[in-house]
């Protein structure tokens, strides 16, 4: 078979995947822009983590369903910030900054929609685009963990819990150790809307220790 003919077969897969895929389906009918919004809604249902949250910051945003359901979580007088590489279809309430995570200048805006005060909680979906290369994109990917662990060890209220998708690979046990120096708890979650075949996992923080 020729690389072109197995590419197509790949792409046939995922897509006969994608349309018979129930959360796919769900998605679309209760107006979420992707099929993550589950896995968010589904950790919130067992672990409540927006219980008395009224400032989120959303990292890898894009297409938006987690913001989306952060600000049904907020309510009016909450306040949402994504931040994606990727521009994004507006969201009515979203503060959306268009950047990358790893450059000084999008932190600084981010800084500024926060006005330097500390925020209630922290999600990141962040996941690079893969290299194909292993230890490339596992490296990558820990980077992308490490400066949102970073985020919320300065940005993150004490007490605040914060909730990172992490890969599982050689560097996972190591972002482990370093959750567990910022977070009273540290736990994994796997959500049911969470592909089994994916090595995704989330990481979810909770009880920020006092600086
Ligand atoms: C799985 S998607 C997020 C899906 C999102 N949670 C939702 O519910 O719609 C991962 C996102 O991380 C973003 N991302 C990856 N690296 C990033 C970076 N360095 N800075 C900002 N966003 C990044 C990607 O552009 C991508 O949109």
Redesign the pocket.
């Known amino acids: 078979m020729t690389d072109k003919n197995k590419k197509n077969r790949v792409v046939k897969a995922w897509v006969h995947q994608h349309v018979n895929d129930t959360y796919v389906n769900q998605a679309q009918k209760d107006g ?3 099929r ?2 589950y ?2 809604l589904e950790i919130d249902k067992e672990d409540g983590i927006f219980h008395n949250v009224k400032v989120v910051v ?12 952060a600000l049904n979580k907020v309510g009016l007088s909450g306040k949402v910030i994504g ?4 521009e994004i279809d507006p969201i009515s309430r979203l503060n959306f900054i268009h ?5 000084q200048t ?1 932190l600084d805006k981010l800084l500024q929609a926060i006005d330097n005060k500390e925020v209630d909680l922290v ?1 990141s ?5 893969l290299s194909g290369i292993k230890n490339v994109d596992q490296a990558r990917s820990a980077y ?1 963990v490490e ?1 949102a662990l970073d985020f919320s060890r300065g940005y993150l209220k004490a007490g605040g819990h914060c909730l990172i ?1 992490v890969f599982q690979g050689s560097e996972f046990d190591e972002l482990v150790k370093l959750a567990r120096n910022l977070f009273t708890q540290v736990l994994i979650r796997k959500p049911e809307a969470s592909r089994s075949k994916s090595k995704e996992v989330y990481l979810l923080c909770k009880s920020k220790k006092p600086v």
């Not at 959303?58 to 359901?69: K, M, N, T």
């Not at 931040?83 to 990727?86: A, G, I, M, N, Q």
């Open positions: 979420y822009r992707s993550a919004a896995k968010l959303d990292l890898g945003c894009a297409p938006g369903s987690w913001s989306q359901v931040v994606d590489l990727l950047g990358d995570f790893t450059e999008t999600i979906d962040m996941a690079p685009n992308l400066l998708k």
